[in-house]
């Protein structure tokens, strides 16, 4: 299974962005699919994840922002970022767990400045 990930980008604060992950290969050995940041100078930090059965699971400081949806028939899941702040820069990573393995695709950097 790989990872494709697209959408990451500029954005003034309040502004919006959708992240895209597109998973090829054997798609139907996943479950979980999500996202995940990492600032400069931190630790890699869990955004936002949903199951094959819809069960969603987001970080406390992004509940009400960003939303986690997931295209079964694509094996696309999409991120869909509102309200950003500065905070939320950070390379962003798609993850996902095929045969419950652990796998991640290429990071795409989400910067909120003015």
């Known amino acids: 299974v790989q990872l494709q990930a697209s959408g990451g980008g500029l954005v003034q604060p309040g502004g919006s962005l959708r992240l895209s992950c597109a998973a090829s290969g054997s798609t139907w050995s996943i479950n979980t699919m999500g996202w995940y940041r990492q600032a400069p100078g931190k630790q890699r930090e869990l955004v936002a994840a949903t199951t094959a059965r819809g069960i969603t699971n987001y970080a406390e400081d992004v509940k009400g922002r960003f939303t986690i949806s997931r295209d079964s028939a694509k094996n696309t899941v999409y991120l869909q970022m509102n309200s950003l702040k500065p905070e939320d820069t950070a390379v962003y990573y798609c993850?996902?767990?095929?045969?419950?393995?652990?796998?991640w695709g290429r990071g795409t950097l989400v910067t909120v400045s003015s």
């Open positions: 993850n996902a767990d095929p045969w419950g393995v652990e796998i």
